[in-house]
């Protein structure tokens, strides 16, 4: 947030604060100016700001620059109105400087990383014509301020997940291709198993909860959520709604397309053409994949890889290949086209 002095002589002139969201739920930038007389105030400033997730030549977060204060010598006549007037273009602009994480962990202490370059498209203000001629079919896509789910994602924060869905039960999966399955309470998931992954585990001993929601329990949150506008002719929706702790992800595999948005943390994806079968092993999880497999693959034959933020969406074609990688404690839902 900044404030300028600016120019003038007597009363205070304007205040004008301007508040803008990049996503209603990923990084956001607040700027607020107040033009007043520079003898009143002496040249104020206060500065708050947060880099946007896919700014830059980074695809990645940046940390919140410090916050700072500074007032030149003017005079001190009227500084009680510049403080007044900073108080208001605060009120009006709250800070948002640190990532929002609605009480999950929003963990790095598994030294998992966001990929050097994001090699997946990023785009903002796409238009339907757009998405259909150039990725609809043919390549994925990280779509931004498609949607506005701040509603959804305040509704989705960990306390008032678990007071309004703790005693339901849930069906948990393994990560693998076998996909095992056990059912529990959803706070006995969140208060036992939502933990960081082992990195020595094997698929079948990671229990993940991804899809198999009970639609009619869970409907009352789903109607608040906002899926991306843009459809395929001939298909229907399906959500899967899923909490994962860092380090957990699913291995390779395919099937029809969709969408998938984070609500909070970050997912990292890795994706190949149908046409290119990725080596793995069925029952090794994503992390086991990174660090063994990866590292020796050739340039070549490297996926498409990218961390989406929260706020952000993935679109994946029909039978690509895609493994995903959660390097926070992520809430995310992905909408199926069948």
């Known amino acids: 947030m900044e404030t300028h002095g600016n120019g003038g002589s007597g009363a205070a002139e304007s205040v004008v604060a301007r508040c803008l969201a990049r996503s209603p739920l990923g990084g956001v930038v607040f700027t607020a100016k107040a033009t007043m007389p520079r003898g009143e105030c002496g040249g104020a400033s206060i500065r708050r700001s947060r880099a946007l997730p896919g ?7 940046r940390q919140p620059s410090e ?11 009227g500084r009680g109105m510049c403080f007044l007037l900073l108080a208001l273009v605060v009120l009006a602009c709250p800070e948002r400087g640190t990532p929002v994480s609605g009480g999950w962990e929003l963990s790095g202490h598994l030294g998992l990383e966001e990929e050097e370059k994001c090699t997946v498209d990023r785009r903002a203000n796409l238009t339907y014509a757009e998405f259909i001629h150039q990725y609809a079919f043919s390549k994925p896509v ?4 498609l949607t506005n789910n701040t509603l959804f994602q305040d509704l989705c924060s960990k306390e008032k997940l678990l007071a309004e869905f703790g005693d339901f039960r849930i069906r948990l999966s393994t990560a693998n291709t076998y996909s095992y399955q056990k059912d529990l309470s959803f706070q006995d998931y969140v208060e036992q198993l939502l933990q960081p992954q082992d990195p020595n585990s094997l698929g079948n001993d990671t229990l993940y909860f991804f899809g198999d929601n009970n639609f009619t329990e869970w ?11 843009f459809r395929l002719l001939g298909t229907t929706e399906a959500y899967s709604f899923g909490i994962a702790g860092a380090g957990s992800g699913v291995p ?33 999880t994503t992390l086991a994949w990174l660090r063994d497999t990866y590292p020796a693959l050739p340039i070549t034959e490297r996926p498409l890889q ?12 029909d039978r690509w290949w895609h493994a995903t ?14």
């Open 55 to 61: 700014a830059g030549a980074s695809p990645g977060l």
């Open 67 to 77: 916050g700072s204060l500074s007032m030149g010598p003017g005079r001190g006549r």
């Open 142 to 145: 990280i779509l931004q301020r």
């Open 219 to 229: 409907g009352r949150l789903f109607q608040h959520y906002s899926p991306p506008p």
């Open 252 to 284: 390779f595999h395919w099937h029809g397309p969709g969408y998938s948005e984070v609500i909070f943390g970050r997912k990292r994806w890795f994706l190949y053409p149908p046409e290119k079968t990725p080596d793995f092993h069925p029952n090794k």
């Open 306 to 317: 990218c961390t989406v933020q929260a706020g952000e969406v993935l679109y994946f074609p």
């Open 325 to 338: 990688l959660n390097l926070d404690t992520s809430v995310f839902i992905s909408t199926f086209l069948g």
